[in-house]
């Protein structure tokens, strides 16, 4: 097989490990702290997970040498949810560990994600095998997918597959929804005395799986940095031609957290940032105006050109676009569907969506562009609604602008030229090989998850903390899932589930951008992060992210 040089040198990159896992594996031993309790909503989540609720938080510290060589193992792992740089490394670093416990011990990865788990569908990992992906990115090592493991139907079906192959324990690495299944798969197993333990570890790219005991989700620190510096290139590159406005969207589904981090990093001209949307209640027509404002304050000082950063899922926070697709979702509900496809033209179309949407709502329709309200009816999911992750918002807002402009000059108050490219940064960004923040997080998040099965502990998220420090005053230990769960509404039922973290408008990294970005709208005050530096002085290669280090005060 041929692989780039980078593929090669990364191969033999030694991830860094906290230093209280750097003695001898036999030496590591836990530390108890108190009883912990759920974030919200106590009383029915203890009641929901009577086995595995109140357990403790623990931390590894340096103990005495054990003599003994633990008891053989069996573990599985599997990769939840959508691809975020250095999840290869958490599979790395789990296998090591467990090889260092008890060269017999076994990891067997189920592939295609939870799927994997319910067909029995695997692979046995051998120091070949591992080798070939230590510090890639990518999940391509097994796979992943978007299966719920969440029926106790699903759940005996795991029992079954785990009770063949004699396995101790189930490592599953996810995102908010994934480790709520761990949890809830914890507590059955617990609940059925299969000696099978649970532990996740905390993936997403998006940044949501956040709170006071997860200080980051792997994948972020990459991802961010990938998307940084490709939009870094783009403001040396607009303001080198200086004739374009550059609206560039960002992945991050609901939360704003990549595109705040993104805004950070690069300080363009613009960035939305959804939860302020919601919280502003603002309307299409004002946020187009405030990005016109900032386009004809440039150009009235020479400057037509620009850089705004739109986060994906902006166009669900405004809450008239929001009344919007509730309406067409109802409107083409069912059958109703069959009846608006069968009408031959757009025009026709045009007239059946006239007469079911309310005024209000036909006004936010109308100021749309052609091509995102015939996206709205046409690009629909299995349930028939609107496919919210998929609308062009970049060319949305960039087109409602263009609108604004061309009214201010017909008014004459605005003369310059507005000429708009728009990108979508996601997919470059989930698979970049892990910067050594995320190589070395991922690594010690597997090391550590081998450690809390060694320990006997279930239903535990494997935690790392401390992580705007130097990795060798990192904190490892596990935190009950359990600690981290309320009470919500989820499709017409009260669920347990961990709490999505948007960006906090009152948080330091928000605080941070709102004092800086009026100077930043107005003048050109680009940053040019560059490339992800994997060799080099640790001031460049170890940086972690500005959300994480204006977070710890720093
Ligand atoms: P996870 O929440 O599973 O980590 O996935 C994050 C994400 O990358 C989002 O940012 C994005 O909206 C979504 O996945 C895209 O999903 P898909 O890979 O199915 O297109």
């Known amino acids: 097989m041929t692989i780039s040089p980078l593929q090669k040198a990364r191969y033999e990159y ?4 906290p230093g209280m896992l750097r003695h001898g594996i036999q030496e590591i031993s836990v530390k108890e702290g108190l009883a912990t309790q759920s974030v919200a909503d106590q009383e029915k989540i203890q009641a929901l997970f009577p086995n595995t609720y109140g357990k403790p938080e623990i931390t590894f510290v340096k103990g005495d040498a054990k003599d003994v060589t633990p008891s053989k193992k069996t573990v599985g792992v599997i990769l939840s949810g959508g691809q975020a740089p250095g999840g290869h490394n958490v599979i790395s670093g789990l296998y090591d560990a467990l090889k260092a416990l008890n060269p017999e011990n076994t990891l067997l990865g189920f592939k295609g994600g939870p ?4 067909e ?10 591992i080798d070939e992906y230590r510090n890639t990115g990518g999940f391509d090592i097994i796979g992943s997918g978007r299966t719920k493991l969440e029926t106790q139907e699903q759940f005996a079906i795991v029992a079954e597959v785990a009770k063949k192959h004699g396995m101790n324990a189930i490592v599953i690495i996810g995102g ?19 000696g099978v333990q649970v532990i996740g570890a905390p993936k997403t790219i998006d940044g949501d799986l956040k709170n006071d005991d997860i200080e980051t989700s792997f994948g972020f620190d990459t991802a ?30 609901s939360a704003s957290h990549v595109a705040l981090e993104c805004a950070l990093e690069t300080q363009p001209n613009i960035c939305l940032i ?13 946020i187009a105006n405030y990005i016109a404002d900032a386009v004809e304050y440039r150009s009235n000082h020479g400057e037509n050109f620009g850089v705004a950063i739109i986060p994906e899922g902006v166009v669900e926070f405004v809450p008239e676009f929001s009344t919007l697709i509730s ?5 083409l509900a069912g059958s109703k569907a069959d009846a608006f496809n069968a009408l031959p033209s757009w025009a026709e179309k045009y007239a059946f969506i006239e007469k079911g949407l309310t005024a209000e709502s036909m006004d936010v329709f109308k100021i749309l562009p052609v091509g995102i309200q015939q996206q709205l009816f046409l690009e629909r999911d299995p349930h028939g609604n609107v496919q919210v992750s998929l609308i062009e918002s970049e060319k949305l807002f960039s087109a409602l602008v263009a609108d604004e402009l061309a009214r201010r000059k017909e008014a004459g108050t605005y003369k310059g030229k507005f000429n708009a490219l728009h990108h979508f940064f996601g997919y470059e960004g989930r698979c970049a090989f892990p910067s050594n923040f995320d190589a070395d997080y991922c690594y010690s998040l597997g090391y550590n998850a081998a450690l809390l099965i060694e320990n006997g502990f279930n239903g535990y998220l494997s935690k790392v903390s401390n992580l705007s420090k130097p990795a060798e005053e990192w904190v490892a230990g596990g935190m009950p899932i359990t600690k981290m769960m309320n009470m919500e509404r989820r499709h017409g039922e009260d669920k347990p589930v961990i709490r999505k973290a948007l960006v906090e408008l009152e948080g330091k990294p928000f605080k941070f951008f709102e004092a800086h970005r009026d100077e930043w709208s107005k003048n ?11 060799y080099g002085p640790a001031e460049v290669c170890d940086l972690t992210t500005h959300t994480l280090a204006l977070e710890k005060g720093e």
């Open 524 to 534: 050109t005050c680009y940053t040019y992060p560059g490339a992800i530096q994997y």
């Open 327 to 331: 309406e067409i979702n109802e409107l």
């Open 115 to 118: 799927s994997g788990l319910i």
């Open 176 to 194: 908010d929804d994934s480790n709520t299944n761990a949890a809830v798969l914890a507590e059955y197993f617990a609940a059925h005395n299969t």
């Open 14 to 17: 030694a991830p860094k490990l």
């Open 274 to 286: 959804s939860e302020e949307v919601a919280e502003k209640k603002m309307s299409l027509a004002q």
């Open 224 to 253: 961010t940095k990938t998307y940084s510096e490709v939009i870094g290139n783009i403001e040396r590159d607009a303001n080198s031609a200086k004739k374009y406005w550059h609206f560039i969207k960002v992945m991050g589904r």
């Open 120 to 129: 029995d569908s695997y692979v046995e990992f051998t120091d070949e095998f």
